[in-house]
């Protein structure tokens, strides 16, 4: 029954649709329906930063706010697709999920609802799947976390030269050490502890940085077990992909314990939770493609299967600087590295800046088609640089390339 009331509601939807094309050729901005799918609510940094971004292009585009409907704190299973489900069915024209692990089962919710548009938010299966309705966007958080790793190494730096860190403070090789608080070992993740290790390895060259992951998008205990662990490991600098305050919490407990450690965070500032050690953190603004995607809709012209910018449309930025704390200087060396990510001077994924085994890379096939983890077709890598998410190869980041100075631990 539920299904047959589905496609009655479908084909409903379909000829609405169809009238309203054919009177403006798209549709009004106070009939567009919306709807969003949250893997957490405001409590999480990650989906704090869509949920404004939406609700910012829908203000700039005069879109009432009474017009989408959220679901929070959906896991990544079958509750995505119920949803989902729940949204195509209350007549949302167009539906975005904002987890990668939502991907499934919004492609098969899609695939039964071909006249409604659905944005895998962070996916990587659109373009693959062969539904034109079934879309990916992701922002080039690799700058920001450059931008960020940047502003950790001016610290960074600053200590070395002041004679601050300790012996526990370097390696064997007299490299300073560094941590990152990853949520899970997947390109996205590894593509921006990458850049933030290069970013700070392209004010000290001395480097070395290990990672501990949590397992889990939002897990604020784990998270702050796993910077606590790398703190006592000798690392003087914490960064994260991981969505809550637990790590910046951990390293500011740290600092008052009478430790010299600092902290970059990720989606939201911590200064907050972490005044005396939080640097910056790198973010996204959302609501560029929010803005871009529901402008389409009311001009009834097509969304990209991928879509994917950076600098280049103010889609990246990091919070502002914790001045009481940053290292003299920080502000004009961030201002001269955004302006070459904006102008694209400056490449994050420069291969003449990393090594794999000893070896500049000079080739990478960045698209698996057979599900074997491994790259099966679209070239990375062309003159000397490794183009991380390209919307001709897809949005998600696919830099899965574990490089010469970074450690993964169990």
Known sequence: MKKLISLLLALCLVMSLSVMAMADGGIAPEDLKIGMVCIGDNNSGYDIAHITGLEKAMDALGVPAENVTYKYNVSEDES??????????????????????????????????????????????????????????????????????????????????????????????????????????????VSGYTAFFLGIRSIVENVHMDVRYTNSWFDPIGEAEAANALMADGCVIIGQHADSTGAPSAVQAYHEAGHTVFCVGYNIDMQSVAPDVALTSA????????????????DGTEIPTDWSEGYNEGANYIFPLNESIVAEGTADKVAEVEAGLTDGSLQVFDCSTFTVEGEHPTSFLAIDLDGDFEGD???????????????????????????????ELS
Not at 160 to 184: H, M, P, Q, R, T
Not at 283 to 298: C, E
Not at 378 to 401: K, V
């Open 377 to 407: 077709e679209g070239e990375a890598i062309t003159d000397g640089i490794f183009h991380e998410s390209l919307p001709e190869l897809r949005s998600a980041p696919y830099f899965s390339i574990r490089i010469d100075g970074i450690t």
């Open 283 to 298: 973010g996204n603004d959302w609501s560029v493609y929010y803005t871009f995607a529901l402008q389409s809709m009311i």
């Open 80 to 189: 995505a697709a119920d949803a989902c489900y729940d949204l195509a069915d209350t007549g949302c024209q167009i539906i975005f999920t904002d987890s990668y692990g939502h991907q499934t089962y919004t492609q098969q919710v899609a695939s039964e609802y071909p006249e409604i548009i659905f944005c895998a938010m962070t996916g990587d299966m659109a373009k693959q799947s062969g539904y034109a309705n079934l879309k990916n966007a992701f922002n080039h958080t690799f700058e920001s976390r450059y931008v960020s790793g940047v502003v950790a190494g001016m610290k960074l730096k600053e200590l070395i030269d002041g004679g601050e860190l300790a012996d526990e403070n370097y390696d064997a090789d007299g490299n300073a050490k560094i941590g990152y608080v990853g949520a899970f070992p997947y390109a996205e993740v």
